[in-house]
C-alpha cells in the first residue's frame, strides 16, 4: 500500500528550490502557523521558539494586539505618501524620540535602509561642515549592516564583500574594542563611527563598557557622528529599550529595524535635533517609510514591549546563570558566553550545526551566530520554563551525541 502521509515539508522545500531564488540555505521545512512563542510547521509539527524570526518577532505569534492593530489601521489607511503628514507617524516618532533622548525621527522600510539614511546624514553633516573630505566612516570588524552596497560596505566581514566590488569608497574597519585602533584610524577626513552595541551576525560580541566611553570622547572632540546600529540589539532585547541605555553613552544617530513591529516590516533613524538639521527636504526620502499602518502597529509593539522589560530582565538573567553553569561543567566545550537580556550567545570548540539540528528534532528552533556560536533571540515573552526545556536538549546534546569518532 501506498503510504497515507504526505510529507507537506518536503512538497515546499522542493518546489520552493525550483522557484525561488537560492540566497538561503534553508531548513527543510515550511512554517505555516504560531502562537505565542510557538511555531508550527506544514506537517503540524509544533516547535518551541529561540529564534523569533531573528530578533523580529518581539511578541511572539498571533498577538492580539498587534492583529487588532493591522485590521483596525488598514480599514482606516493604509499608506498616503509623504507628501501629507499622518498621526500614527507623528506619535511612533514622538514616542521613539521621548525614549532615545534624541531629537527626530525618519522611517523606512528595513534596516539596511535605515543604515543607508544614517550614513547619508552622517556624510552630509561631514561636508557640510568640516568640508568635502569629511566623508570617512569608522566601522568595525565582524560587524554586520545589511545588503544594500552602503550597508555592505559599512559591514566589517570580507565573506559579504565577495563578489560585488567596487564598495562604497571611504569606510575603515578597525578592531572592535580596541581604543588605539580606532583613534589611529580617525583623521580630518571622519565623519562618523558605526558600531553595534552588541554585534549580533559577528558572534553576540558586547561592546566594552569603558571603550564606549571612550569613543564617545573621541567623537565629542573631533565632532565626529556616533551611530549605533540596534536593528538587533534594540527594542528590549537587552531589558531596556535602546541597547545603549545599558552604557550610558547615548549616540547622535541610533538605527532600528528588525524587532520594531513585532514582524510588520519597518525601519527607524532616529538622531539628535543637530544632526537632524543636515536633511533638509530632498535630501532623503522613502516611498513607504512613515507609512500610516507600519507606524501603528509599531507603536502598539513599543507600548507592549516597555512593559515585558522587566520579565526580559528577569528571563535574561536566569539564561545568563544557566549559560554560566553550563559553561562551568563543559569547560572544553565551550568557550565562552555572551550577551544580555534575551539576546546571547554560547561559543563552541566546534561547528553548531549538529547541535541546531539535534534540537530542531526536539522541536525547539535555534540558529547560529558564524559558524561556533549558538545564538538565543527568542521572542521577549519567553519564560524561565522555555529556557529550563532548551538546556534540558543542549545539555542532552553535549552528554549523547557530541561524542568524538
Ligand atoms: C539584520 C540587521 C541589519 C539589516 O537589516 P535588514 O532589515 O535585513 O536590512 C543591519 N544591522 C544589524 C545589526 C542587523 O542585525
Not at 510529507?7 to 505555516?32: A, H, M, Q
Request: net charge negative.
Amino acid at each position: 500500500m501506498e503510504p497515507l502521509f504526505i510529507d507537506n515539508n518536503l512538497n515546499l522545500s522542493e518546489l520552493g528550490k525550483k522557484y525561488v531564488f537560492n540566497t538561503y540555505n534553508r531548513f527543510p521545512i515550511s512554517l505555516k502557523y504560531g502562537n505565542g512563542n510557538y511555531l508550527f510547521d506544514a506537517n503540524d509539527k509544533k516547535y518551541l521558539d529561540f529564534v523569533s524570526g531573528i530578533a523580529v518577532n518581539c511578541l511572539g505569534y498571533n498577538n492580539t494586539k498587534i492583529n487588532e492593530a493591522i485590521t483596525q489601521q488598514s480599514v482606516q489607511l493604509m499608506h498616503c505618501s509623504n507628501l501629507y503628514w499622518n498621526e500614527p507617524m507623528i506619535n511612533l516618532a514622538k514616542s521613539l524620540v521621548e525614549l532615545s533622548g534624541l531629537g527626530k525621527a525618519f522611517f523606512c522600510n528595513s534596516g539596511a535602509e535605515a543604515i543607508e539614511a544614517a550614513l547619508k546624514l552622517a556624510r552630509i553633516k561631514g561636508t557640510t561642515t568640516k568640508g568635502q573630505d569629511c566623508y570617512e566612516i569608522v566601522a568595525m570588524k565582524q560587524s554586520f549592516h545589511g545588503r544594500t552596497f552602503g550597508a555592505i560596505s559599512a559591514t566589517g566581514q570580507p565573506k559579504y564583500h565577495e563578489g560585488f566590488y567596487p564598495l562604497l569608497p571611504g569606510i575603515k574597519h578597525v578592531d572592535f574594542n580596541d581604543i588605539e585602533a580606532l583613534s589611529n584610524a580617525i583623521s580630518d577626513k571622519t565623519c562618523a563611527i558605526l558600531l553595534e552595541p552588541i554585534q549580533g551576525e559577528g558572534g553576540i560580541i558586547e561592546v566594552n563598557p569603558e571603550y564606549l566611553s571612550q569613543v564617545k570622547m573621541l567623537c565629542d572632540k573631533h565632532n565626529i557622528t556616533l551611530i549605533f546600529d540596534e536593528i538587533q540589539c534594540g527594542v528590549g532585547r537587552t531589558g531596556k529599550f535602546f541597547a545603549f541605555q545599558n552604557f550610558d553613552v547615548k549616540p547622535d544617530i541610533v538605527v532600528l529595524a528588525k524587532g520594531l513591529a513585532g514582524g510588520f516590516p519597518i525601519g527607524a533613524m532616529l538622531g539628535s535635533d543637530e544632526v537632524a538639521s543636515y536633511f533638509t527636504p530632498g535630501k532623503h526620502a522613502s516611498t513607504f517609510g512613515g507609512n500610516p499602518l507600519a507606524c501603528h502597529v509599531a507603536s502598539i509593539v513599543v507600548g507592549e514591549v516597555l512593559q515585558l522589560l522587566n520579565h526580559v530582565n528577569e528571563v535574561g538573567n536566569y539564561l545568563k546563570n544557566e549559560l554560566l553553569s553550563l559553561s562551568q561543567i563543559y569547560k572544553d566545550e565551550i568557550l565562552d558566553v555572551r550577551g544580555i537580556g534575551l539576546m546571547q550567545g554560547i561559543e563552541f570548540n566546534f561547528p553548531v550545526n549538529n547541535l541546531i539540528a539535534f534540537l530542531m528534532d526536539k522541536n525547539i528552533l535555534t540558529l547560529s551566530a558564524g559558524e561556533r556560536v549558538l545564538r538565543i533571540v527568542p521572542p521577549l515573552i519567553c519564560t524561565v520554563v522555555d529556557v529550563e526545556r532548551l538546556f534540558i536538549e543542549i545539555r542532552n546534546f553535549l552528554v549523547y551525541e557530541n561524542k568524538q569518532p
